[in-house]
């Protein structure tokens, strides 16, 4: 008989099978009536637990499964062949699978039509694995593939090579080599041979589907069994959430029909208020009988849903770690039965270590991990990598990074040597000779000269594990594992322990099926090793068990079964997160699988399933708690790139309570709250004095004033421990503005000396005369350049020769002169401007006086009416524009500042503003797509459009014009003698200007009066666009930027 309880989640189905479980094996104690209770693998411990809790809830005179058994089908599958035989071939692991292929793709290369070259392709190789894999779960042969007649000449191609490798695939491993679909078949042979569910009973529960062979199985159950009992999460009612579970229950239905077996269907949901008892919560309970489709809504806000919205994922899971510990120290929610649900875990593993651990929460991450950041795995595929590919820089680092080849020196050390020096290429590590690094280059030389002896892979093999036997690859590893032991990472331990075979064990599947591959020279034979041993060590995930009972629980949402859950946090509810968009990418497409389904060939989920199926899991997932729900997601992930809230689950909660708001924890938030203890930085005087030598007169420049407005800690980070970033030998962005402001202000000598009409070949002429000179200059002078850094350095003279000759265009186009350019007002003799000499707001020990210094890139002037008009033109690589908020902010005073000093050289009132603007040298020069044309176009001028501030004065439009329509700072002359600008707010009067230097001198008195009293508090100004925080090099260390 066929029992089929079917409802909605905490409708008492798990509980319902565990009762008549434990009910059934109270009675039943004979070998010969054994009860078997089967579930997804990741859920059989929990189920064990919950059968053995329930037997002491009811006091059960007999305790425990003694004869009885919690299983998924792959461990009865071993448990049956090992009971009654059929598993003398050596088992196949996944990387031996992978070299397996390798292999007979190789011998098969001149027979196939379709997969040609594939052995070259390690990704597609484990692309074939799958479909293969699921060719066999799903009972397709390839004589069965080799006699379809599709129709379709390139499906044909496809199926007729898929059945050739298919048939070899399965000729290596006959009588050799076994895996788990051959196990699984031989499983089906023997049951039912010797009829082992005869007169048994079988529970089976939390599945949403079943592969072919898996329905077998159940076939065979049905035949044999007294009784099987089945549930699926639906309620029948065609809601489109449940299509993949109601689809199995059709076939369940159908599987009884077959085999003549008496179909029982048990709808626990028939009544609405069967979930009742599980949520504590009337919200939930609304929430969860009103998925997936909404029927009513809530009027009244409810506290126990909560949405949140973040800046970024590091903020995202440190509002979860203090709502945890809020619930568990305030509400005393056991760990475990709080959860924590994600649909890409690896996105935020790191962060939740880090966190979680900085609160004290324990926490099992129910996920298996790949061995990608393995430092034993990154080791040896940097060390491929480096023979291979020439000793790129990359490669070198990451493999001394590693840790696991100790030369006895600082690892950081010798990374910064090697970046500033630009160590790449064999030829220049070859002439290097610091200690550390001539060492490291002579082990890894050695090993090169090793592997060019090499003729075929086997032999590359063996180099290669005396090269980790001399280093102590092994007892490194053990040495880690150890120390990991009692740390807060037990689950490192146990991957420690596990990856020195696991590397191994891959090594030998190469050399078992691939020994024999031939290699040509030390570059070839790492190539080689390097492609086969990615594919390999890719086939590995690792899991494991929770150390503690009471933790909280962090998993995947196709994983959320998880029972007593009474808290239960979403993280990363984002569009094309959740649900999450699948691409159609297989080996077979979606079409082509619907047409094998016309010859009765049904395989897995094609992407229309997929994605129906991601439905049902938010159905799980947002059911799951009891008590509490809270959802939440970032607005911009940890690269910075924006994200949005998904569409869907946001639809769903707001839908259902109308009232609901959204929690919004923002920069802007963080900012203000600068009394936070961990953000609050203050020095001691005699510290802060000793920092910035002060002396009583407080020498400063705009910037600096600038870089304290955009955030304190930052600037006492650069100018008071003055840390800054590494030096790079290599070609930076940065660098290329600075090339480009170099050859502008040597070029400018020639400005006066040009004719009017001068062209752009003229303008590049100049540009190559000046760049050698600029370039000796230049930080990175000297160091041999990349193809690529090359041509970005030659595309920027092109860049250099377009700006110039607009710059000169500007000039000519109107009245004002270029009086200097370079132009520094500071106490030196050579100065013709004086340095800006201010009042504090307050005299103190420290502060009598402020001195303001600068260089100034250009200043001009224009003559009109006995008045001298004063224009300030700052260069820029990058767009940029100025704001009167951004200036009261303290962000931007740069221009205004610079005027003034300019208008304070000459007699009081004999010069005025004319404007204060930047000039930006075209297109955004660090962007790979831009390109500057010889061309001259109306639409190339406006690239080189100055904004800023202007006077709002007749004269000095004309006088920037020369009363023409232009594009030299967007505003044109009217008809009627008025003034029209694209942006209006750059027009300024007399008054806004004074104005203006009153706001940039106000914020240069008190910012030198928080310096000195020693306030560095980490608050970075909401008014910078882009957040200060964005590209600032003192994310690492800051306690704001955490998620760096």
Known sequence: MLNIIVGRTGSGKSGKCITEFNAYIQTHRSLNSSAYF?????????????LLDFQKKENFKIQGLIGHEVLNFKRFSYRILSMYGGAAELPLSECGKIMMLTSLLESLSGQLRYFTMLSERPAEIARLLSLLEEFGKYGVTWKLLGTLETGDPYLNRKIGDLSLIFQEYERMKSGRYTDENDIFEKMLTQIQQVEFFRNRRVWIDSFTGFTNRELELISIMLRQCSQVTITLCTDLEGEPAFECTDRTFRLLQELAKQNHVPCNVTNLSADPQSNRYKYQNASIFFLEQNLPKVRVTQQQATAEIVLAECSGPYE?????????RALHDNQEIGYRHIAVALRNVEVYDVMIKALFKKYGIPFYIDDKKTLDNNPLIKTILSILSIISEDWQVKDVLECIKSGILNFGGDADQIENYILLKGLRGRRQWKRESEENCALFFNEIDALTASLSNCKNVKEVCIALCLFFNKWEFRQTMENIALNFQDSYYPELSDEYSRIWNIAMEVIEQIVLFLGTRPVH??????????????AGFSQYKIGFLPSVLDSVQIMNIERSRSAEIKALFLLGANEGVLPAYFVDDGLLRDNERELLKKFNITLADDSEMKASKENYYIYITLSLPSDILEISWPLEDISGNEMKPSPVILRKI??????ISIERHLPEERHTAVCNSDLDIKITPNTNNRLLDLRGIFHTTVSKIESYYKCPFSFLMSYGLRLKPREEAALQMYDLGTVMHGIIDEASEFLFHLPENIDLAQCGEIVDSVYDKVASQMRFAGTEFT??????????????????????KQIDAGKFTPCGFEVPFDFTEHSLLKPIVLQPERKMPFLEKISVTGRIDRYDVMEEDGKKFVRIID??????????????????????????????????????PGGALYFKFGDDITTAKSHISCAVNPEREKQFMMNGFVLDDRRVLEGMTGGRETGIIGGRLLSGGGISFSNSKMLKSDEEFRNMKQYAYENIRKAATQITEGNYPIAPSPCADPTPCKYCSMRPICANCMDS
Do not use: W
């Open 38 to 50: 089967f579930v997804p693998e990741q859920y059989t411990m929990l189920t064990e637990r919950r």
């Open 316 to 324: 995202e899971v440190m509002r979860c770690a203090e709502r945890i």
């Open 521 to 534: 020279g030390a570059a070839d034979a790492a190539g080689k090793i390097l492609k086969l041993l990615s």
């Open 654 to 659: 707001k839908t259902l309570f109308p009232q």
């Open 787 to 808: 193809k690529r850094e090359a041509h970005a350095l030659n595309r920027i003279k092109k860049y250099a020769a377009a700006a110039f000759y607009n710059l000169k």
């Open 875 to 912: 260069y820029k690589s990058s767009p940029v524009s100025l704001s009167e908020q951004e200036l009261q902010a303290g962000i931007k005073m740069q221009l205004i500042t610079y005027l003034n000093a300019v208008i304070d050289s000459y007699p009081e009132g004999s010069a005025v």
